[in-house]
């Protein structure tokens, strides 16, 4: 009987080894292992793990019953997805890492060792990723701060500036009242009870120290008791000396003179020629005027005649001249000092008065309704009160017209201050408007409209403008009538701005580079001033003044260029070099100007 292997062995072929032996039976064991596996070996089966048609139909998976599955499936289920809802999220854990950089007691060294410590190549590439995204996003938060807090920061500062002279004038008020007890002549280790008393008793004290001074100026000034009597409350301000009186038509001096300021008038007095030797030179009183008949005019100063002020008195006109330009500044500062205070004492006054008559004849009084109800007002008792002064005529509109005068006077000059432009603009053309009916106005609005003209010269002239404050500053002083003095500055402050940067530029040694920055900065800056001028000058007739400048500025950048390209021991390619440059720049300012001219 023949084996399995012997059947094999017959039908793909004999083999010599069959034949010269006969196997035994482990040997036909082993054979019979070897010929499986290289049958499996040799087998091909089919690609069943490549991706099927569309058009199989492959069938669904079946399901398993409750009964038929095993106990844990569900269980291990269940914690899998457990575990995939608790996986944080990259945006988690970039919120994470962002708070924690943000603590304040963050330890940057301690964070780096853990992150390198437990983290592998991948994971600090994009920690690396994203400390680099938060750095850029910090910056950019940075900068939209700084813009969005740039106009806060200076209104701030203008603030800050305000507050700071505030300070400073509270700081001389401060000194002041420490000194007061000084110049009542009040102890400073007086109890509390004797500066009660020393309180109640100061208007007597004033009142006998201005006897004394008015008792004294009597005694020394000669005929002063004429033109000054003793009244109360009148007092002497200053006494200068130092002052020439000049011939009115000649200016020769005459002789000098001593001005003695009152609260209420100015008294001069000369000093009398000694008749003899043994006669002293006594004062004599010349002239005296009331405060608020006079009027004090400052005169420019010439080559013959410095120091010189005149005082005019109704058709009168008197010169005279002070030593030094300080002595004439002070003098006229008290002049002015004293008409201001005297002025604003007799407007309370008037309104004191006022007061006083209109709740006379409002029927408002005790008497009145004592009386009780009576008739208005018959018509002869209108008549009565014109003839007495007391309706509302002249003197109430008069009065009316001072007290708004004032108002008014006191909310521009703070607007001014406060560095209002717009507001302080407007007051000043409403004044204007206002002039025909007020012609009082005209005293207060003129000085205040050159202080504001000035202050908005000077705001001007700021080197560091930017083009909407020079247009809106330029278009206020056009609107009070200034347009003269914003061209002159505007174009001063941009020549000193252009000399600036030019001194700014550095010179390495290389003549081209120094060429090229020079004439970028030049024809950069005549470029933007032609812009921000045509732009704030409407009118065609002004642009005279502009060219003239673009002018004067291209005559500097060429005497620069001379000095340095046509110097000895240049080339001719650096000349070259050069003026290809100049010509590449000034490209800018030709088409611009041809741009205006067309348009």
């Known amino acids: 009987m023949e084996s399995l292997r012997s ?41 069943i793990s490549s991706p099927t048609s569309a058009n199989a139909s492959v069938p669904s998976v079946p399901t398993i019953s409750l009964g038929l599955r095993e106990p844990g499936l569900g269980v291990v289920r269940e914690q899998d997805e457990v575990v995939q809802k608790q996986a944080p999220s990259k945006e988690d854990i970039r919120a994470a890492e962002n708070k924690l950089l943000d603590l304040d007691e963050f330890n940057p060294d301690a964070y780096l060792k853990l992150k390198l410590a437990n983290s592998t190549e991948a994971e600090l590439r994009l920690l690396q990723s994203s400390l680099q995204n938060s750095k850029y996003e910090v910056a950019a938060d940075l900068q939209r701060n700084v813009f969005k807090n740039y106009a806060q920061f200076v209104f701030i500062s203008k603030e800050i500036g305000t507050l700071e002279n505030e300070l400073m004038e509270l700081k001389e008020s401060l000194s002041e009242w420490k000194s007061m007890p000084s110049v009542l002549h009040i102890e400073e280790s007086a109890s509390v009870a004797d500066r009660r008393r020393n309180v109640r008793s100061s208007v007597a004290d004033l009142r006998v120290l201005y006897a004394n ?32 009186v000049l ?57 013959t005649l410095v ?25 006229l500062s008290q002049f002015r000092h004293v008409a201001e205070e005297l002025a604003t004492k007799r407007r309370k006054e008037r309104e004191g008065e006022h007061e006083r ?44 017209d001072a007290r708004w005068i004032g108002d008014f006077a006191d909310e521009l ?47 001007l002239s700021y080197p560091h403008n930017h083009k909407e404050a020079v247009k809106k500053l330029i ?64 009118e065609n007739e002004v642009a005279s003044s502009f060219i003239e400048w673009a002018k004067s500025q291209i005559e500097t950048f060429a005497e620069m260029f001379r000095i340095q390209v046509f110097s000895t021991g240049v080339d001719q390619t650096v000349i070259d070099e050069a003026l290809m440059i100049t010509h590449n720049q000034s490209r800018k300012v030709r088409t611009l100007l041809c741009d205006k001219t067309n348009s």
Not at 494 to 518: C, K, N, P, Q, W
């Open 307 to 331: 120091n010189v002020f005149k005082v005019k008195h109704g058709k009168e006109t008197h010169v005279y001249r002070t030593d030094s330009a300080a002595e004439k500044k002070n003098l």
């Open 213 to 244: 001074q008015m008792q004294n100026l009597h005694a020394q000034i000669e005929g002063s008791a004429k033109f000054v009597p003793t009244t109360p409350g009148r007092h002497v301000i200053a006494e200068i000396d130092g002052i020439s």
């Open 357 to 400: 008559r209109k709740s006379l004849w409002a029927g408002g009084g005790r008497g009145l309704d004592a009386l009780g109800d009576v008739p208005p007002a018959l018509d002869w008792m209108s008549d009565l009160a014109q003839q007495a002064g007391m309706s509302d005529g002249k003197n109430e509109k008069a009065e009316r």
């Open 413 to 459: 000059t703070a607007a001014i201050a406060l560095r209002e432009w717009d507001k302080a603009v407007d007051l000043v053309e409403q004044g204007q408007a206002k002039l025909v009916t007020v012609p009082l106005l005209a005293a207060k609005l003129t000085p205040l409209t050159a202080s504001l003209t000035s202050a908005l010269v000077q705001a």
């Open 7 to 47: 059947k094999a062995s017959v039908s793909k072929g004999p083999k010599p080894v069959a034949k010269r032996s006969k196997p035994d039976k482990n040997n036909a064991r082993t054979s019979r292992v070897d010929d499986k596996i290289k049958r499996r070996m040799s087998a091909r089966y089919a690609n």
């Open 475 to 538: 278009a206020l002083l056009i609107r009070l009538d200034a347009n003269a003095a914003a061209r002159t500055t505007f174009l001063a402050a941009r020549t000193e701005t252009a000399r600036r940067l030019v001194r700014m530029i550095r010179f390495d040694g290389h003549i081209g580079t120094y060429i090229s920055d020079l004439a970028i900065t030049i024809f950069t800056i005549i470029k933007h001033t032609a812009d921000w001028f045509l732009a704030s000058f409407k």
């Open 247 to 303: 011939n009115a038509a000649t200016y020769k001096p005459i002789s000098a003179v001593r001005f003695v300021l009152l609260d209420d008038a100015v008294l001069v007095a000369r000093r009398r020629r000694r008749r003899n030797a043994s006669e002293s030179d006594k004062l004599v009183a010349d002239r005296c005027w009331p405060l608020n008949e006079m009027l004090v005019l400052d005169t420019k100063d010439t080559a």
